[in-house]
């Protein structure tokens, strides 16, 4: 039984044992230890990118394409590494399958600040800016993550 009330669906094939498929989670304790290393890596990624925009902040001339990227692999490295992971769960049927969105919006965002630094930039634009992007954030993924059977 999933923690839904529902029958899981199995696959498997011949002489293979079934394999689990997405229904939810298999247990609660499960889940929330998955909401809980998920939140915990996009956190991680937020704070990576706002320091890199707060340190972008205090150029005085905009940087060429490659210090661009020289400045901000770590948060697309951050970023990068958390879509990738969930499109891999969502792929393995091991969590809901829209869930990668909210990453990407993530991803694209900290794309957009790497090549477009916030040189001069006031930190509450920085901050409010970063206010707005995990607010949808976090939408997009309490939507993927409950409205999906």
């Known amino acids: 039984m999933s923690c839904k009330g529902r029958p899981a669906r199995k696959v498997g094939g011949r002489g293979r044992p079934p394999l689990p498929v997405y229904d939810g989670f298999l247990s609660h304790r499960l889940e929330y230890g998955a909401l809980l290393a998920l939140s915990w890596l996009q956190s ?8 890199l925009r707060l340190e ?10 490659a210090m661009r990227i020289r400045m901000g692999w770590r948060a697309l490295l951050y970023t990068s590494f958390n879509l990738l992971l969930v499109i891999g769960l969502s792929v393995g049927r091991i969590s809901p399958p829209l869930l990668p969105l909210p990453y990407a919006l993530q991803w694209a965002e900290s794309l957009f600040g790497t ?11 920085i901050g409010v800016r970063q206010l707005i992007v995990s607010s949808l954030f976090t939408l997009l993924f309490i939507i993927t993550w409950r409205v999906y059977p």
């Open 115 to 125: 090549l477009h630094p916030a040189v001069g930039y006031r930190p509450t634009a």
């Open 44 to 51: 991680a990624a937020s704070i990576v990118y706002a320091y």
């Open 56 to 65: 972008q902040r205090e150029l005085k001339v905009m940087p060429d394409t």
